[in-house]
């Protein structure tokens, strides 16, 4: 390799050498997970992972080392993961979680759910981040990648939109009137006056 090769693989992103490394990368996910499904959903991890710390990667070193260590503390931390967690498959556990609502309760989510859908994702995404999550709009625009107005002004308009959707007068308070039920459905989605 000549000087001027290494000094040209020195000043290109790493990002470019990923995909000549996911044969590999797919053929020690099988081997560790004996499950082609698993396997995949390994090596995109892994690949998000790399992707997103792409930073931390010292360049003129092994790209295809530090990928297969990511790969590798990933299975494990999920094995870890994983073995604290309940087996559940029947729902069983899951059920005894959480206490019906009452039939309105159960109406009013379902229109709500259903006036939700209809909203673009943009506003969808700064409803669930400002809303129901309840992140300032100054860190739904840092996670978003947008201005901070943007932030506000999508949450203007997401609001009015789903009050239109849902026939609300202005000013109109979502859960005005509404039982205890309803109330409860709506907090427990997160999705309170929004």
């Known amino acids: 390799m000549t000087r001027a090769q290494v000094d040209a693989g020195a000043t290109s992103d790493p990002r470019d050498g990923i ?20 396997a995949d959903d390994l090596v995109q991890d892994t690949i998000v992972k790399a992707w997103s710390n792409i930073d ?9 080392a530090w990928l297969f260590t990511i790969l590798r503390n990933t299975f494990f931390s999920d094995r870890r993961k994983r ?8 729902g069983i556990h899951a059920q005894n979680l959480f206490e019906k609502p009452e039939h309105d309760g159960r109406l009013a989510f379902n229109d709500f ?11 969808r995404e700064v409803l669930i981040l400002v809303g129901a999550n309840g ?13 901070v107005g ?8 997401a609001r009015s939109k789903l009050a239109q959707i849902l026939g609300l007068a202005e000013g109109e308070d979502i859960l005005a009137g509404e039982t205890g039920a309803t109330l409860a459905v709506m907090g427990r989605s997160g999705m309170q006056a929004a």
Do not use: W
């Not at 490394?21 to 499950?35: D, Q």
């Not at 931390?56 to 295809?64: A, E, H, I, M, S």
């Not at 759910?113 to 506003?123: G, I, K, N, W, Y």
């Not at 992140?135 to 201005?147: D, K, P, T």
């Open 19 to 38: 995909s000549e490394h996911l044969p590999a990368l797919r053929a020690f996910a099988i081997s560790l997970t004996r499950n082609l499904a698993e």
């Open 56 to 64: 931390k990667f010292q360049v003129g070193t092994d790209l295809r």
């Open 83 to 90: 073995k604290r967690e309940v087996a559940d498959p029947d």
């Open 113 to 123: 759910t259903r006036a939700f859908d209809q909203l673009s994702p943009e506003h």
């Open 135 to 147: 992140y300032s709009c100054e860190e739904a625009a840092v996670m978003m990648g947008v201005a």
């Open 150 to 157: 943007t932030v506000k002004s999508r949450t203007s308009r």
